[in-house]
Protein backbone atom coordinates (compact mmCIF):
# COMPACT_ATOMS: atom_id res chain seq x y z
CA UNK A 1 0.00 0.00 0.00
CA UNK A 2 1.95 2.84 -0.94
CA UNK A 3 1.72 5.71 1.53
CA UNK A 4 3.03 9.40 1.04
CA UNK A 5 3.93 11.44 4.69
CA UNK A 6 4.90 14.83 4.22
CA UNK A 7 6.88 17.48 6.89
CA UNK A 8 4.91 18.99 9.56
CA UNK A 9 2.96 22.70 9.16
CA UNK A 10 5.51 25.80 8.69
CA UNK A 11 5.12 29.48 9.43
CA UNK A 12 7.08 31.88 7.08
CA UNK A 13 7.01 35.62 6.76
CA UNK A 14 6.40 36.95 3.73
CA UNK A 15 9.09 36.93 0.98
CA UNK A 16 10.58 34.19 2.44
CA UNK A 17 10.73 30.75 1.48
CA UNK A 18 9.15 27.18 2.52
CA UNK A 19 10.75 23.61 1.48
CA UNK A 20 7.77 20.67 2.17
CA UNK A 21 9.22 17.30 1.77
CA UNK A 22 6.95 14.07 0.95
CA UNK A 23 8.66 10.79 2.17
CA UNK A 24 7.08 7.92 0.06
CA UNK A 25 6.99 4.18 1.08
CA UNK A 26 5.26 0.73 -0.18
CA UNK A 27 6.09 1.59 -3.56
CA UNK A 28 8.99 1.70 -5.85
CA UNK A 29 9.47 5.26 -5.72
CA UNK A 30 11.46 6.10 -9.37
CA UNK A 31 8.58 5.00 -10.98
CA UNK A 32 5.84 7.30 -10.41
CA UNK A 33 5.59 10.91 -11.07
CA UNK A 34 4.88 13.23 -8.12
CA UNK A 35 2.85 16.36 -8.70
CA UNK A 36 1.88 19.12 -5.95
CA UNK A 37 -1.21 20.65 -5.14
CA UNK A 38 -2.22 23.82 -3.02
CA UNK A 39 -5.30 24.53 -1.54
CA UNK A 40 -5.75 28.03 0.22
CA UNK A 41 -8.24 27.87 3.34
CA UNK A 42 -12.02 27.33 2.14
CA UNK A 43 -10.84 27.11 -1.74
CA UNK A 44 -10.38 23.94 -4.37
CA UNK A 45 -7.07 22.80 -5.62
CA UNK A 46 -4.54 24.55 -7.52
CA UNK A 47 -2.13 22.44 -9.27
CA UNK A 48 1.75 23.82 -9.09
CA UNK A 49 3.71 20.78 -11.30
CA UNK A 50 5.24 17.41 -11.31
CA UNK A 51 8.65 16.18 -11.02
CA UNK A 52 9.50 12.73 -12.67
CA UNK A 53 11.58 11.22 -9.50
CA UNK A 54 13.34 8.80 -12.11
CA UNK A 55 15.45 11.79 -14.11
CA UNK A 56 14.77 14.41 -12.01
CA UNK A 57 13.08 16.37 -14.80
CA UNK A 58 10.33 18.99 -13.75
CA UNK A 59 7.10 20.49 -15.30
CA UNK A 60 5.44 23.74 -13.53
CA UNK A 61 2.47 25.21 -13.74
CA UNK A 62 3.59 28.96 -15.43
CA UNK A 63 1.82 30.45 -12.41
CA UNK A 64 4.35 29.39 -10.44
CA UNK A 65 7.37 29.47 -12.64
CA UNK A 66 10.16 31.14 -11.19
CA UNK A 67 9.25 30.60 -7.79
CA UNK A 68 8.88 26.92 -7.06
CA UNK A 69 11.51 24.49 -7.16
CA UNK A 70 11.03 20.76 -6.99
CA UNK A 71 13.53 17.86 -6.51
CA UNK A 72 13.67 14.51 -5.27
CA UNK A 73 16.32 12.31 -2.95
CA UNK A 74 16.18 9.08 -4.47
CA UNK A 75 18.18 7.53 -1.79
CA UNK A 76 15.23 8.30 0.61
CA UNK A 77 11.99 8.28 -1.46
CA UNK A 78 11.61 11.33 -0.68
CA UNK A 79 10.19 14.82 -2.96
CA UNK A 80 10.61 18.00 -2.06
CA UNK A 81 8.69 21.10 -3.13
CA UNK A 82 10.30 24.73 -2.53
CA UNK A 83 8.35 27.56 -3.21
CA UNK A 84 10.60 31.22 -3.07
CA UNK A 85 9.34 34.77 -2.45
CA UNK A 86 6.37 34.26 -0.53
CA UNK A 87 3.28 36.33 -0.27
CA UNK A 88 0.04 36.42 2.66
CA UNK A 89 -2.13 34.55 -0.04
CA UNK A 90 0.15 31.41 -0.73
CA UNK A 91 -0.60 30.16 2.73
CA UNK A 92 -2.48 26.91 2.18
CA UNK A 93 -2.18 23.30 2.60
CA UNK A 94 0.47 21.98 -0.07
CA UNK A 95 -0.31 18.32 -0.92
CA UNK A 96 2.07 15.73 -2.84
CA UNK A 97 -0.13 13.52 -4.86
CA UNK A 98 1.69 10.33 -6.58
CA UNK A 99 0.34 9.93 -10.39
CA UNK A 100 -0.68 6.56 -11.26
CA UNK A 101 1.13 5.32 -14.47
CA UNK A 102 -1.92 4.63 -16.08
CA UNK A 103 -3.69 8.20 -16.36
CA UNK A 104 -3.99 11.40 -14.48
CA UNK A 105 -5.11 10.75 -11.32
CA UNK A 106 -3.07 10.37 -7.44
CA UNK A 107 -2.54 9.07 -4.33
CA UNK A 108 -2.22 11.93 -1.92
CA UNK A 109 -0.36 13.18 0.92
CA UNK A 110 -1.88 14.05 4.61
CA UNK A 111 -0.80 17.78 3.41
CA UNK A 112 0.85 20.19 4.89
CA UNK A 113 -0.22 23.47 5.96
CA UNK A 114 2.30 26.66 5.18
CA UNK A 115 1.20 30.13 6.54
CA UNK A 116 2.55 33.07 5.75
CA UNK A 117 2.62 35.97 8.01
CA UNK A 118 4.65 39.08 9.01
CA UNK B 1 -11.88 30.64 -11.53
CA UNK B 2 -11.61 26.96 -12.22
CA UNK B 3 -11.34 25.25 -14.87
CA UNK B 4 -13.63 23.31 -14.59
CA UNK B 5 -17.57 24.24 -13.47
CA UNK B 6 -18.89 22.35 -10.73
CA UNK B 7 -22.16 23.71 -8.91
CA UNK B 8 -21.53 24.92 -5.53
CA UNK B 9 -23.98 22.91 -3.40
CA UNK B 10 -25.97 19.88 -3.85
CA UNK B 11 -28.05 18.20 -0.85
CA UNK B 12 -30.38 15.36 -0.53
CA UNK B 13 -32.04 12.97 2.01
CA UNK B 14 -30.47 10.04 3.41
CA UNK B 15 -31.57 6.76 0.59
CA UNK B 16 -31.86 9.82 -1.69
CA UNK B 17 -30.06 9.87 -5.54
CA UNK B 18 -27.97 13.09 -6.07
CA UNK B 19 -25.80 14.21 -8.93
CA UNK B 20 -22.74 16.74 -9.42
CA UNK B 21 -22.07 18.14 -12.36
CA UNK B 22 -18.55 18.87 -14.45
CA UNK B 23 -18.78 21.13 -16.60
CA UNK B 24 -15.32 21.74 -18.62
CA UNK B 25 -13.93 22.56 -22.40
CA UNK B 26 -12.50 21.01 -25.51
CA UNK B 27 -9.19 21.55 -24.30
CA UNK B 28 -9.56 19.26 -21.28
CA UNK B 29 -13.56 16.89 -20.90
CA UNK B 30 -13.55 17.34 -24.38
CA UNK B 31 -10.29 16.68 -25.75
CA UNK B 32 -10.64 12.97 -24.72
CA UNK B 33 -8.89 13.05 -21.23
CA UNK B 34 -10.28 11.15 -18.53
CA UNK B 35 -12.31 13.22 -15.30
CA UNK B 36 -11.78 11.87 -11.88
CA UNK B 37 -13.73 12.53 -8.53
CA UNK B 38 -12.47 12.97 -5.21
CA UNK B 39 -14.12 13.26 -1.76
CA UNK B 40 -12.94 15.36 1.03
CA UNK B 41 -13.79 15.43 4.55
CA UNK B 42 -13.12 18.32 6.10
CA UNK B 43 -9.45 18.53 7.46
CA UNK B 44 -8.41 15.44 5.39
CA UNK B 45 -6.61 14.71 2.21
CA UNK B 46 -8.84 14.04 -0.80
CA UNK B 47 -9.68 10.41 -1.55
CA UNK B 48 -9.87 9.12 -5.21
CA UNK B 49 -13.47 8.28 -5.91
CA UNK B 50 -13.62 7.10 -9.20
CA UNK B 51 -10.90 7.24 -11.85
CA UNK B 52 -11.00 6.74 -15.50
CA UNK B 53 -14.95 8.52 -15.90
CA UNK B 54 -16.50 5.59 -14.30
CA UNK B 55 -13.93 3.26 -12.63
CA UNK B 56 -14.27 3.22 -8.86
CA UNK B 57 -10.76 2.19 -6.67
CA UNK B 58 -11.85 -1.03 -4.63
CA UNK B 59 -13.13 -0.14 -1.30
CA UNK B 60 -15.23 2.89 -2.85
CA UNK B 61 -19.13 1.53 -2.53
CA UNK B 62 -20.90 1.19 -5.32
CA UNK B 63 -23.21 3.71 -4.40
CA UNK B 64 -20.92 6.24 -6.40
CA UNK B 65 -20.80 6.73 -9.96
CA UNK B 66 -19.34 8.48 -13.31
CA UNK B 67 -20.25 8.95 -16.10
CA UNK B 68 -18.77 11.32 -19.10
CA UNK B 69 -20.33 12.96 -22.15
CA UNK B 70 -19.01 15.69 -24.40
CA UNK B 71 -17.54 18.34 -22.53
CA UNK B 72 -19.39 17.22 -19.01
CA UNK B 73 -18.92 14.64 -16.41
CA UNK B 74 -21.17 13.72 -13.64
CA UNK B 75 -21.10 12.06 -10.39
CA UNK B 76 -24.36 10.15 -9.23
CA UNK B 77 -24.52 9.00 -5.40
CA UNK B 78 -27.51 6.83 -4.21
CA UNK B 79 -28.68 5.51 -1.48
CA UNK B 80 -27.12 8.59 0.66
CA UNK B 81 -25.81 8.02 4.27
CA UNK B 82 -24.77 10.99 6.49
CA UNK B 83 -21.23 10.17 5.71
CA UNK B 84 -21.15 11.16 2.60
CA UNK B 85 -21.50 14.90 3.80
CA UNK B 86 -18.64 16.22 2.23
CA UNK B 87 -16.94 18.47 -0.53
CA UNK B 88 -17.16 16.94 -3.93
CA UNK B 89 -14.22 17.76 -6.64
CA UNK B 90 -14.06 16.25 -10.32
CA UNK B 91 -10.31 16.64 -11.80
CA UNK B 92 -9.16 16.17 -15.45
CA UNK B 93 -5.77 17.11 -17.59
CA UNK B 94 -6.08 20.50 -20.10
CA UNK B 95 -3.73 20.58 -23.14
CA UNK B 96 -3.87 23.90 -23.72
CA UNK B 97 -2.62 25.02 -19.75
CA UNK B 98 -0.53 21.58 -20.30
CA UNK B 99 -1.31 20.73 -16.91
CA UNK B 100 -3.80 18.86 -14.33
CA UNK B 101 -7.18 21.24 -13.40
CA UNK B 102 -10.14 20.53 -10.94
CA UNK B 103 -13.39 21.94 -10.31
CA UNK B 104 -14.23 24.46 -7.66
CA UNK B 105 -15.75 21.74 -5.69
CA UNK B 106 -19.26 21.18 -4.67
CA UNK B 107 -20.22 20.69 -0.91
CA UNK B 108 -22.92 17.95 -0.19
CA UNK B 109 -25.43 18.40 2.51
CA UNK B 110 -26.63 15.37 3.88
CA UNK B 111 -30.03 16.47 5.14
Known amino acids: QAQLVQSGAEVRKPGASVKVSCQAS????????MHWVRQAPGQGFEWMGW????????KYAQKFQGRVTMTRDTSISTAYMELGSLRSDDTAVYYC???????????WGQGTLVTVSS | QSVLTQPPSVSGAPGQRVTISCTGS?????????VQWYQQLPGTAPKLLIY???NRPSGVPDRFSGSKSGTSASLAITGLQAEDDADYYC???????????FGGGTKLTVL
Open chain 1, 97 to 107: ARQYNNGWYFD
Open chain 1, 26 to 33: GYTFINYY
Open chain 1, 51 to 58: INPKTGAT
Open chain 2, 26 to 34: SSNIGAYYD
Open chain 2, 52 to 54: ANN
Open chain 2, 91 to 101: QSYDRSLSGVV
